[in-house]
């Protein structure tokens, strides 16, 4: 999942953070994965969350509550931020 603006602390933005973050988790969850990657049943799962900036603070918060509950489905969230000084 990408994220490339910049984190305004909108509760907009939160939302469609969220809502992607549910779209993934449901596609994992009911099985659509499984069957559209037969090869991938019994992995490690993870979603990462690639952002061209650090998250705000408020983000942080959001992504916390998210880690915990994926962590309850065996399901991890790594989030990795570009190196702002290394460019595009």
Same mark, same amino acid.
């Given at each position: 999942?990408?994220?490339?603006?910049?984190?305004?602390?909108? =509760?907009?933005?939160?939302?469609?953070?969220?809502?992607?973050?549910? *779209?993934?988790?449901?596609?994992?969850?009911?099985?659509?994965?499984?069957?559209?990657?037969?090869?991938?049943?019994?992995?490690?799962?993870?979603?990462?969350?690639?952002? *061209?900036?650090?998250? =705000? *603070?408020? *983000?942080?918060?959001?992504?916390?509550?998210?880690? =915990?509950?994926?962590?309850?489905?065996?399901?991890?969230?790594?989030?990795?931020?570009?190196?702002?000084?290394?460019?595009?």
């Amino acid at each position: 999942m990408n994220q490339p603006n910049e984190w305004d602390s909108s =509760d907009e933005q939160l939302l469609s953070l969220q809502e992607r973050f549910n *779209a993934y988790v449901s596609f994992l969850l009911d099985g659509e994965m499984a069957e559209a990657h037969p090869e991938l049943v019994g992995k490690p799962t993870r979603i990462e969350l690639r952002c *061209a900036h650090m998250p =705000d *603070a408020r *983000a942080l918060e959001l992504l916390g509550h998210i880690h =915990d509950q994926l962590a309850f489905q065996d399901i991890k969230l790594e989030v990795v931020v570009r190196n702002e000084a290394a460019g595009p």
